[in-house]
């Protein structure tokens, strides 16, 4: 959500700029911006609503805008709709129009998050003659660190911390002010920021593709720390505007591996890598061979004291989570509450003793799950973050982090990140149940070897992915699409349904398939298609006869089970299946033909697959 480049340095700004957008792209945006200074008092505004292309029109890809320190953004609307007048660089002079253009502002500067207390904080700033142009909470904060600047007389980082103080909310922002050319400030709080220095350059990004092309090397700073961003050069302060040392983190990924690589799309490429992000997540695990959470911190005391899991996350990450559920119960015998985490940080509920909070993220700055993970940690739970990016927010704050190894997604709908934290937990749950003597060393060995097995079993069913596609022409006009299972196929069903709706904007619902008959069932007309998730043994017979139920009002029925399962034929028109493996573990390959179903839709639908409307791969507000 939002996206923040910032240049300075030797060379022409826009251009680079530009470029960080773009790397950026992915995390959804309506609008976007530039402001570059050439040392002059006097900052170059262009701003562009819709795709970047256009912004890079306006500018001649950047060629046209002179200077060498500058900052840019692109803006998913929270306050205010997506316009030219409300997309960013804002500026702290009262001036009419749209704020872009050639200004002579004290502060000009980029905005993620939200700014819970701007209302308020507008009134006081219109009593003090400030004017304002849009209606974001943007402007709001920078006018008031524009009306602290200039009340005491101070410097930008005094003004800034000042600022820090007054407001609610989250941010991550980028300032440039009139009398310190070549400077950029940077402040944050719950919003991604990362610095880099590379020689005479500096560069802030909103996440690391955007400047991985020039650095490696990257700073990540602290919740409400500043930072003064100078040509190769950058100093931290604290709240009190003291200087602080923060420790540098190296990049270990590739550049490529934030590229398409050959693929028509970021998120066929990301289906394609989850055999490499699952081994290499389960590797990161193993000691020896043996499972292992040691680098975790979490002890076998700890493990072996649990009263209880409770798992908070927020979409395709919960679906993990309802996954987990069933394996956890079923393997270690520990009791597990999945939760959302948008309505978990507004419960009350009563936690028994002894509980580990496992908190589920890809992006590790998920607003909903962070406030959830801060709720717990209050409440005194030992926490677990179970995160992708490192270095994050969640993975920061959490007690013990299990870092899934995906390497960066991209695309919007979540494909590898989702496949990586599948493996993580069901190694999670063997390590538990071994741990607490849940299980026979012979079973331990027997599942750990099931899973070791998984990323080829998954490469094999992706050299099968023809059938998908062309089943996937066949429903790309569909209107309705329901996706049943029971247990783990419930589970199934939820993230194969989200990848089919969020992406190919068909409407579809995913039923635990026993509900049905209390409602779901009448919607069913001729044609409707429903999927129907097949994996688990116990419960094969029983989803087929809701399948059948669902037959006899028209549908049209797609079978997803396992090979050896072939009496299936009889009773349903498609067919997909997927090889053989423990039956807690089928999540793992059942999900691939859902992904590419999802996909091939879309794509069958002409749609925009990596960039869905309205849809943001970083969610950073509530
Ligand atoms: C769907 C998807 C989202 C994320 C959710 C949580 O394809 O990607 O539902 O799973 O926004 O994001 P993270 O894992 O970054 O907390």
Redesign the pocket.
Known sequence: MCGIVGYTGPSQAAPILLEGLAKLEYRGYDSAGLAVRDGSALAEVVKATGKLAHLADKTDQGRALPGTCGIGHTRWATHGDPSMVNAHPHVSGNCSGSGSGTVESDVVGVHNGIIENFAELKDKLLRHGYQFYSDTDTEVVVKLVDYYYNKYRIGPVDAINRMMVRVRGSYALALMFKDYPGEIYAARKDSPLIIGVADDAAYLASDVPAILKHTRSVYYIGNQQAARVCPGQVTFYDLNGDEIQLPQTEITWDAEAAEKGGYEHFMLKEIHEQPAAVRDTLKSLLKDGALSLADTGLTDETLQGLGQIEIV????????GMAAQYVIEDLAGVPVRVEL?SEYRYRNAPVPKNTLMV????????A??LAALRVARERGLETLAV???IGST?AREADHVLYTVAGP?I?????K??SA?LIALDALAVRLAAVRGAISEEEVQRLTDELAAIPDKISRILEDKDRIQWFSSKIANAHDIFFIGRGLDYAISL?GS??MK??SYIHSEAYAAGELKHGTISLIENNTLVVGVLTQPKLFEKTVSNMAECKARGAYLMGLTTHGNYAVEDSVDFTVYVPKTDEHFVPSLAVIPLQLLGYYTSVNRGLDVDKPRN?????TVE
């Open positions: 996350a927020c979409g395709s990450a919960w679906h993990v985490a908190v589920i993220s890809q992006s590790g700055e998920t909903d799950s995160v992708n990016v969640i997604e695309a919007v709908a979540t494909t990140a989702y934290q993230e989200l990848k969020e992406i849809l943001a791969k970083s969610v």
